[in-house]
């Protein structure tokens, strides 16, 4: 097949969904077929382009990936970067290529790729792509809302509160939250904005901090306890994973810094609480309607109360990444999942 693996775009996970998109490509490269590796933002060249052809070299025009820095991008610079300064999100050549494609394999991280606006703009185009359609995106990127979906439905979630910029409260105790308190954006990922408050004036600074990225934020009260994530392909549940931080909490530098983190799958836990985990995920993807795939994280305190923290549509794909780990467990190597979650996409569109 022709396939245009789609990564970069503005979104602070800009880094990541690149070394998504780069293990993506060479695998479905592997698998046989051909490949481009592509910058919904920047692009493939700066003017029009006869595309004829292009696919034959595909390796040629792909994005090429290096590592994943510790820090988030410099949008400001990545905008000013693009040669031809237009405002518009799709950068040259890229709803032309998608439409060449077979299929577009969703490797966007963050707001835009997974927020819905880019899968909505692909429906009226009539480009099949990889993941969940418009609507779960939408649902599940804003945090507030997706929580409401699960306490309406029964999934438990920690005790909190949602803040607009307009609204700023600084008295953490007027909202109805005890400290200490988790802060994050309401749309972000990969843990970019989000701080652990311990006194009103860490709150205070979380605040500051969460408000630099988004004006909606989350503020839910601290779960102690272990971490585990459960990713859902076609609505049935893989093994449970457990996340240990080696230091501090699952932040941005954990997530994609090798050695920052033990992962441990299927995760040590009584099969009583795997299950209802499991079955709270599958939940999760049924409420939010997240067909093909997707990934729920957890806390479990030590009550073995599960907590339900946040649903993602397009989970990572990087060496570090939780999904693939899952799915090796159950005996689907990465090249066989990547080829699995284009198979399961692609029955969407013959129904």
Known sequence: MKIVVLAGGLSTERDVSFKTGDMVAKALRENGHQVILLDVFMGYSDKKEDLTGIFERSEEVSVKVEGIPEVAPDLAKVKASRKDKSDNFFGPNVIELCRMADIVFMALHGENGENGKIQAAFDLFGIKYTGTGYLGSALAMNKGMAKNLFLHHGIPCPKGASMKKENRMDDVAALG???????????????????IAHTNEE??????????????????????GREF?????????????????????????????????????????????????????????EVLGLDTYSRTDFLLNKNNEIFCLEANTLPGMTPTSLLPQEANVIGMNFNQLCEKLIEISLQKYSA
């Not at 939250?177 to 701080?195: A, D, E, H, N």
């Not at 909490?249 to 033990?262: E, H, I, L």
Request: glycine share 8%; charged share 25%.
């Open 229 to 285: 994530s459960v990713g859902v392909i076609d609505f049935k549940a893989l093994p449970v994973i457990e996340i240990a931080p080696v230091q501090g909490f699952y932040d941005y530098k954990n997530k994609y810094k090798a050695g920052s983190a033990v992962e441990t799958c299927p995760a040590d836990l009584p099969k009583d609480i795997s299950e209802k985990m499991q079955g709270y995920a599958e939940a999760v993807a």
């Open 203 to 224: 709150f205070k600074a979380a605040l500051d901090e969460a408000f630099r990225w988004e004006n909606e934020l989350i503020i839910e009260e601290y779960v102690e």
């Open 177 to 195: 939250v005890s400290l200490p308190c988790v802060v994050k954006p309401c749309c972000g990922g990969s843990s970019i904005g989000v701080s």
